[in-house]
């Protein structure tokens, strides 16, 4: 007979140093340049073209800048695909992530420069300034 032993999923903690951290990680990786497209899912209404909408995850893979810094603190996909809306609103959160309110701050000032149209080095200078206030 084997001992099953279950195990709690382990918690990922995002300060205002590991959110910059992070993003600033996603662009050195993915480029300053990099400018987010927002998927197109399904229509407002059947005469329109699909709205486009910001999401953290899409076909599998991280989506957005936040997405793929919270995939590279160890969010699964499948969780960032869950998520849905301004970091700030979300109506659901992966148990395991405890985000502190000054780093969801800090990921939404790069989340706005990015939903605005802004490249990502853009949108880590948003963050890191409000990171600033915090400090």
Not at 31 to 46: E, M
């Amino acid at each position: 007979m084997t001992d099953q032993q279950t195990t709690a999923p382990t918690e990922i903690v995002i300060d205002v140093d590991r959110a910059l951290q992070l993003l600033r990680e996603v662009v050195a990786e993915r480029g300053a340049d990099t400018v987010y497209q927002p998927v197109r899912l399904g229509a407002s209404r059947p005469d329109r073209a699909p709205l486009p909408n910001c999401v953290y995850a899409h076909n599998g893979a991280p989506s957005c800048l936040v997405g793929h810094a919270l995939h590279r603190a160890g969010v699964p996909v499948e969780d960032l695909a869950k998520m849905t809306g301004q970091i700030d609103e979300l109506s659901w959160w992966p148990e395991s992530l405890d985000v502190g309110s000054d780093a969801v701050e800090v990921f939404l000032a790069a989340q706005y420069a990015q939903d605005e149209g802004s490249p990502w080095g853009d949108a880590l200078a948003a963050a890191e300034h409000e990171a600033g206030v915090y400090s």
